[in-house]
């Protein structure tokens, strides 16, 4: 199946600074998504994004389909913004199957 | 609202038991998924379905069965061989073709004591 790495695996900043999280993956992708996992464990999405530029407030996304990897930009980081982000893909190749793998995650703590 | 709600918030039972974890939707999405979440961990694929009446297994399905009877709601049922079952569940649903975004439910915490 498809590999999906994140790094870093944990990161740590203070409030008003900016961080890049960045998502590789080892095959084609025709579904990317960036989520956010709160501390009470919800899951948000941020972004779909297979390809492209999208932004949202102080986060962006980038995916760079042709060279398999996504990043995702946190301007100005708040202490709300700490918590596990994931990036799950879903193989173009893999015809009618709607199956997503996701990352093992970055780990972000925010302190004020 | 739409979105997908899952019941109950937290779950306790003992070894040697059967238990149902509900995952019930509005959004009218065609796909639904189960995964698995151990602590400081990813997200694991137990069992997706694609349509009513039809489901595949995920990356650990052993220990885990599914139903999909109506389009609306997908049940795991965690069976007693499974051996370490003591994890956060959580239940997805995405639209037609299987793109565009994987919304989740707020989970259910099962704890065998």
């Known amino acids: 199946g498809i590999q999906v790495e994140q790094s870093p695996p944990d990161l740590i900043l203070q409030e008003g600074a900016n961080s890049t999280l960045r998502c590789n993956f080892s095959?084609?992708?025709?579904?990317l998504q960036w989520f956010h996992q709160n501390p009470w464990g919800q899951l948000i999405n941020l972004f779909y994004?297979?390809?492209g530029t999208k932004q949202n407030g102080r986060l962006s996304a980038t995916t760079v389909a042709t060279e398999r990897y996504s990043l995702l930009y946190i301007s100005s980081s708040q202490t709300t913004d700490s918590g596990v982000y994931f990036c799950?893909?879903?193989?173009?190749?893999?015809?009618?199957?709607?199956?997503?793998?996701f990352g093992k995650g970055t780990l972000l703590t925010v302190n004020p | 609202d739409g979105g997908i709600t899952q019941s109950p918030k937290y779950l306790f039972r003992k070894e040697g038991q059967n238990v149902t974890l509900s995952c019930e939707q509005n959004?009218?999405?065609?796909?639904m998924y189960w995964y698995r979440q151990d602590p400081g961990q990813g997200l694991r694929l137990i069992y997706y379905?694609?349509?009513?009446?039809?489901?595949q297994k995920g990356d650990i399905a052993e220990g885990y069965s599914v139903s999909r009877e109506k389009k609306e709601s997908f049940p795991l049922t965690v069976t007693s061989a499974q051996k370490n079952p003591t994890a956060f569940y959580l239940c997805?649903?995405?639209?037609?073709?299987?793109?565009?975004?994987?919304?989740f439910g707020p989970g259910t915490r099962l704890t065998v004591l």
């Open positions: 997805a649903s995405i639209g037609t073709g299987g793109y565009g975004t994987q919304y």
């Open positions: 959004l009218n999405h065609d796909a």
């Open positions: 095959d084609s992708v025709n579904n």
């Open positions: 799950a893909v879903r193989r173009a190749s893999g015809g009618s199957n709607y199956k997503l793998t």
């Open positions: 379905s694609q349509i009513v009446n039809d489901f």
């Open positions: 994004i297979p390809s």
